[in-house]
C-alpha cells in the first residue's frame, strides 16, 4: 500500500509542485502560453474554491503555494488542472505524448511565519537560482510576483471552451471560444493581519533579497543571467541534460520541532489509516477514516447469481 495523501485536521499551507515529461520545455513562455495558464488556473481555482498565495511556472517545471482544506479538495483541485493545463499547453507547443513526468508532489507547511516566507522567497527565486535571470520581475513566465508586488493579487488569462467549440464544429462553425478568467491571490495566513502597504513592503523585501544573492552568485562564478530573450527561444520539445534531483520532502519548516511535530502526527495519522484500510476492506463500512484524508475505492463485490 502507498503512503496515503495527508493535509492536517483543519487544513494547512500545502506546496505543490510538477516537472515536464523528461524534463523538456513543454512550459516555455509564450504570450499565448501564458494566457493558457492564467486561465486554467484560474478555472480551476473557482471550480474548487483553493486560496493561492504564490506560483511561478518555469519552462520545465512549476511550483504553487496554496491552501487546501483536506486531502481530496487539494487532489481534485490538482487533477483538474494538471489534466487541463497538459492538454491545452500540449496543444499549444504541438506536443501529442504524456505531459507531466510523475503525478504533483505536495509538501505541508508549518504554520509559522518564517516558514510561510521561506516558502514564498524559494518560490519567488525559480528563474533566478538557476541563472535565467536577474531579478524575479524578469521572468517573461507566469508568476505571481508582480501583482504580489503592486498590490493588485489578480492576474488575468483566458480558458477555451473546447466543449462549446465541439458543439459549434458539429453545428458547422468553425470558432475558439476563449473566455476570460482570472487568478485571485491571497495574502499568507502570517501577514493576514498587516496592512497593505506594509504587506507590499515585505515582498518588495524579499525581491532586493533575491536580486542581491543573484548578482552576487554570478560575481562569484564569473557568470551572468542569461536572459528573457534566451529563455523565450527555447524549443519546447527540446530534451535537456541531466536534470537536478533532490530527495521530496513531505513537510517543510524553518524550525526543527516543527518538523518534529509534523512528521509525529502523519506517522499517528498513517498508523490510523492503515488500521482503516484494512477494515474497509474486510467489509467493514462504516470504519472512520482520520480526518484530513479521503478514503480509498471500496473493494470490488461480485454481484450474486
Known amino acids: 500500500m502507498g503512503e496515503p495523501r495527508y493535509v492536517p485536521e483543519g487544513g494547512a499551507l500545502v506546496e505543490v509542485s510538477n516537472r515536464t515529461i523528461q524534463g523538456r520545455f513543454l512550459l516555455r513562455p509564450s504570450p499565448e502560453l501564458n494566457e493558457i495558464i492564467i486561465g486554467v488556473l484560474g478555472r480551476a481555482q473557482r471550480r474548487f474554491g483553493i486560496p493561492i498565495f504564490a506560483f511561478q511556472f518555469l519552462s520545465d517545471h512549476y511550483h504553487m503555494l496554496v491552501w487546501a482544506a483536506d486531502a481530496l ?7 483538474y488542472f494538471g489534466g487541463n493545463l497538459a492538454r491545452e499547453a500540449g496543444r499549444a507547443s504541438a506536443w501529442s505524448g504524456n ?17 510561510e516566507l521561506d516558502r514564498l522567497r524559494y518560490i519567488i527565486s525559480n528563474g533566478c537560482k538557476e541563472g535565467l535571470v536577474a531579478s524575479p520581475l524578469d521572468w517573461p513566465g507566469v508568476s505571481s510576483t508582480a501583482a504580489l508586488l503592486d498590490g493588485t493579487m489578480l492576474l488575468r488569462g483566458k480558458w477555451f471552451n473546447r466543449t462549446r467549440e465541439y458543439r459549434a464544429r458539429h453545428a458547422g462553425l468553425r470558432q475558439t471560444i476563449a473566455e476570460d478568467e482570472e487568478v485571485q491571490l491571497s495574502v499568507l495566513p502570517s501577514l493576514a493581519q498587516v496592512d497593505r502597504t506594509e504587506f507590499r513592503q515585505t ?26 530573450n534566451w529563455v523565450m527561444r527555447q524549443k519546447p520539445h527540446r530534451v535537456p541534460g541531466a536534470l537536478k534531483r533532490s530527495p521530496a520532502k513531505k513537510f517543510l519548516a524553518a524550525f526543527r520541532q516543527s518538523i518534529a511535530e509534523l512528521r509525529r502526527a502523519y506517522r499517528e495519522f498513517v498508523v490510523a489509516y492503515r488500521e482503516a484500510s484494512v477494515r474497509l476492506r474486510s467489509g467493514d ?14 473493494p470490488f463485490v461480485r454481484a450474486g447469481p
Open 73 to 79: 479538495q487539494l487532489a481534485r483541485f490538482m487533477e
Open 99 to 115: 505531459f507531466w513526468g510523475r503525478r504533483y508532489h505536495s509538501a505541508v507547511v508549518s504554520n509559522d511565519g518564517q516558514s
Open 203 to 228: 515582498i518588495a523585501s524579499v525581491v532586493e533579497q533575491i536580486e542581491h544573492d543573484t548578482s552576487q552568485m554570478h560575481r562569484a562564478r564569473g557568470t551572468k543571467p542569461a536572459g528573457r
Open 285 to 298: 463500512r462504516t470504519v472512520e477514516f482520520p480526518p484530513g484524508c479521503f478514503p480509498p475505492r471500496l
